[in-house]
Structures are given as structure tokens and as C-alpha cells.
């Protein structure tokens, strides 16, 4: 009902939570890791740091060489499908920031309707693709949960389990020793990996803690050396925070927090991306894999397309730069009045080089 008093309608608000990509950025996604099978696979060759070994004269003949053996893996993706439903009573309603006293345009509604509904899915999408991220870096397994909590897919992809240690002081004591910790496991990547570490990605407690500790404020402070620096907090890379540098034992890292967080599908608690005790150590050049598979439509694939009801909708986004590869889909009910949207992706994240990080956990 209208009364005397005069309203203005200013431009809607609308608070949508943020996806930060900082540790799926991590995983390139070229052309060929965009596929239609049902697995995909990788063939790894691995050689090692030996050397070549003198021969006493040149009568002795050449030293014979071996060809660099590999072994090949396989992996199954998991699949993600997302739904949006639009109801026929829906389109009598207002939306946000639509004008009360304008009569609805009712395709305009059901497009407004569906493609915000997407793109609310498509951050949930990035999200999970985030979290096996997360997983991966600091466990090396995938373990995806339903609200349950029950384990609908795991992969385990095997890694050393000396790059996964815990410290054998708890961080933030008298007597922990964060330098000594971050030196082992770098050495370790190291040798395994062939590649010098230059990158820690810290917890927030741990960083707290390894900032206090005695022994890194004397390596920071050191007047006579540049030997690392605390930089005052930049937003980098998709949510990660840069937090200066540090020199410790033979390597040169990069410091980083990373702030990102998720709703926990069980106990729907804000729960980080990264362990607030964890300290990922990893060499930057280490190849990590973002892979997606094709999702088939047998209506599309006999011509009838979702785009029929739906023109405006792409039957697939391909974002081989941004890390995603998004099928979608639309069908009626049968007596016509809801509209479905359907996002799907089967997306999978693989450490190829997975000798090439480790976590530390701090006790914290």
C-alpha cells in the first residue's frame, strides 16, 4: 500500500562471497590438460645428479648408459555437479533492486534468475578446486566429504612421507627451532627434487610464531648482513599475502600467509584453506597440473541443445588461463513450470612433481 511518504530507491547491494585461488594458481592448465576420457594419465621420467666417472685410457672403450626409466599413472577425476532451480511463481516477484511499481519482464527474470544462480555455483566450483589444492600440499591425498562427513572420493597420490614431518619442538617455545625445521625439510626437497626450494607458504600461527622466535628476529636483525626482511603485508596472487623474504641455510624463500577460507561441508565451521600450524616449503618451478575433463550431453550430442530454452546460456566455458572448464545445462519440468540450470565440471589436481614441496607441521 502507498502512503504520503516518498521513497527512493538507491542501487542494490548485493554481499557475494569472494573466491581466492591463491594455491590452485599454483597448477598450470595447458591445452592438453583439457580432455574427454574418462582418466587421464602421466608418464614421469626420472633421472638423477650422477656424474660421469674417468676411464684410464682411451682403449677402454666408452662407459655404457642406461635410458632414464619412468613410470606412468593413471587418475580418475571426481565430478562436480551443481544445480539452480527457477520456479514459475518465482517471476512474479521483485528482484533485487528492480523498481516495485514496474511489471516484471519474465524472460528477463528467468535470465537474471539463472545467471545468478550460476555464477553462485561457479564460486562454490573454485572453491572446492581450492580445497583439493590445499589438500594436496599439505597431505598429498585427496579426501572430498559429503555433510556427512563420509569420504565420497580419495586419491592418494603417494608422496614421500619424510616431506611431511612434524616438528620435533613445538613452534613458539624456548627451545624450537624453526631455522633448523625449514633447513631439514628444504634438504630433503632438495635431493628429491632436484630443485631448490623458494617459497613459504605459512599458516597463521606459525608464521606468528616464527616471526617471534629469537633465533629468526637475530637473523633479520643482522646489521651487517641482508639476510631476509618482514615486508609490510601486500595482497598477491588470488588472495596469498607476501610477507618479505629470508635467506636460511643454502636457499633464498619467498614468505607468504594466505588468508582463504571455506565453509566445512560437515560442521559448517569457516575453516582455512591453509592449517593455521602448517609451513608449505616448496620450489616454485615444480610442475603442479590442473586437469578437466569433458562432461557428455546426450541431447547435445543429438542436436537438441540447452541453448534451445535458454540461448544466452554457453553450453561450455573454457578458461584454459583461469583454471576451469564449466559444462552447463537447462531442462523443463514436465508440466513446464521450473526451469533448471545445471553447472558441472569434473576437474582434477595433480602434483606431478611432487617431490618438489613439503609441509612442516609446527605443533602449533
Known amino acids: 500500500m502507498s502512503d504520503s511518504i516518498t521513497k527512493r530507491m538507491i542501487r542494490v547491494y548485493n554481499q557475494m562471497a569472494g573466491t581466492t585461488l591463491f594455491l590452485s594458481g599454483m597448477f598450470q592448465s595447458p591445452p592438453e590438460n583439457f580432455h574427454s576420457s574418462e582418466e587421464v594419465e602421466i608418464d614421469i621420467v626420472r633421472s638423477d645428479e650422477e656424474v660421469s666417472i674417468v676411464i684410464q685410457d682411451l682403449s677402454t672403450g666408452y662407459r655404457m648408459n642406461s635410458s632414464d626409466s619412468y613410470t606412468n599413472k593413471s587418475f580418475k577425476p571426481p565430478i562436480n555437479k551443481e544445480a539452480i532451480t527457477v520456479n514459475s511463481f518465482d517471476l512474479l516477484k521483485r528482484n533485487a533492486g528492480s523498481n516495485p511499481f514496474e511489471s516484471p519482464d519474465f524472460r528477463m527474470n528467468i535470465i537474471a534468475r539463472m545467471f545468478n544462480g550460476m555464477v553462485k555455483v561457479e564460486r562454490k566450483i573454485r572453491r572446492a578446486m581450492e580445497l583439493q589444492a590445499s589438500q594436496i600440499l599439505q597431505t598429498g591425498v585427496l579426501t572430498l566429504i559429503d555433510d556427512a562427513g563420509t569420504a565420497l572420493y ?130 616454485s618451478t615444480g610442475r603442479l597440473d590442473a586437469t578437466f575433463g569433458a562432461i557428455p550431453n546426450i541431447g547435445r550430442e543429438m542436436g537438441v541443445q540447452a541453448t534451445n530454452l535458454l540461448p544466452e546460456l554457453p553450453g561450455r566455458i573454457t578458461n584454459e588461463g583461469g583454471n576451469m572448464d564449466l559444462f552447463t545445462n537447462a531442462w523443463l519440468s514436465p508440466d513446464g513450470e521450473q526451469l533448471f540450470g545445471g553447472v558441472g565440471v569434473r576437474m582434477l589436481l595433480i602434483p606431478t612433481a611432487i617431490d618438489t614441496y613439503g609441509c612442516l607441521d609446527t605443533g602449533l
Open 154 to 283: 580419495t586419491l592418494d597420490f603417494q608422496p614421500k612421507a619424510t616431506h611431511f614431518p612434524t616438528a620435533g619442538i613445538t613452534w613458539g617455545g624456548a627451545t624450537s627451532v624453526p631455522l633448523d625445521d625449514i633447513s631439514a625439510l628444504a634438504e630433503i626437497i632438495r635431493n628429491d627434487g632436484l630443485g631448490d626450494p623458494d617459497e613459504l607458504i605459512f599458516g597463521v600461527d606459525a608464521f606468528n610464531a616464527f616471526i617471534a622466535d629469537s633465533t629468526v628476529q637475530a637473523l633479520l636483525n643482522n646489521r651487517r648482513m641482508d639476510t631476509g626482511a618482514v615486508a609490510p603485508m601486500k595482497r598477491r596472487g588470488d588472495g596469498g599475502t607476501y610477507r618479505g623474504w629470508v635467506e636460511i641455510g643454502n636457499y633464498r624463500y619467498q614468505m607468504w600467509t594466505y588468508g582463504g577460507r571455506y565453509n566445512h561441508p560437515q560442521t559448517g565451521v569457516k575453516t582455512p584453506f591453509i592449517d593455521p600450524g602448517k609451513v608449505i616449503v616448496r620450489d
